[in-house]
């Protein structure tokens, strides 16, 4: 396996770790103070139906829809530097810059930390533009 591969699979392994991580900081509020907004969760641990979900696990179900609207990006990118080898130097560093970028983003959006969750995004969205310029140099 190329260096390169190496760096891409393991950024891809903690982006989807963190995620099912977000996922089970949800389950855990929703345990925590036994508050459900579907009717069969609330039935099995003998609850009433909320009306809406707790502040937690709405501030996390955010964090994962941002989550959805540019790991996939990088999924795709990334498997486009690594597939028409791009410069290890430059696309290791963006690859490992977004995904500690992506790690703050949800660390500062889930304590609602601002300028930080904007800063981290925006690192990130740059790491999605500089993967974009390899992969264009490379066709190019």
Same mark, same amino acid.
């Not at 390169?4 to 760096?7: D, M, P």
């Not at 290791?92 to 690859?95: D, H, K």
């Given at each position: 396996m190329n260096d *390169? *591969?190496?760096?891409y699979a393991g950024c891809v392994l903690v982006l989807c770790l963190k995620m099912f991580a977000i996922s089970c900081y949800q389950g855990f509020w929703r345990i925590r103070r036994r508050a459900f907004t579907h009717r069969e969760d609330a039935a099995f641990f003998g609850r009433r139906v909320q009306p809406r979900e707790l502040s937690q696990v709405a501030r996390a179900q955010r964090a994962w829809a941002n989550?959805?609207?540019n790991i996939p990006l990088f999924f795709v *990118?990334?498997?486009l530097c690594v597939a028409l080898g791009s410069?290890?130097?430059?696309t290791?560093? *963006?690859?490992g810059l977004f995904t500690l970028a992506r790690l703050a983003h949800t660390v500062t959006y889930l304590a609602g930390l601002q300028p930080w969750r904007t800063l981290a995004y925006a690192v990130g969205v740059a790491c999605l533009f500089g993967l974009a310029a390899q992969v264009v140099l490379r066709l190019g």
């Open positions: *390169l *591969l190496a760096i989550d959805l609207e *990118l990334g498997g410069s290890p130097g430059v290791g560093w *963006l690859f």
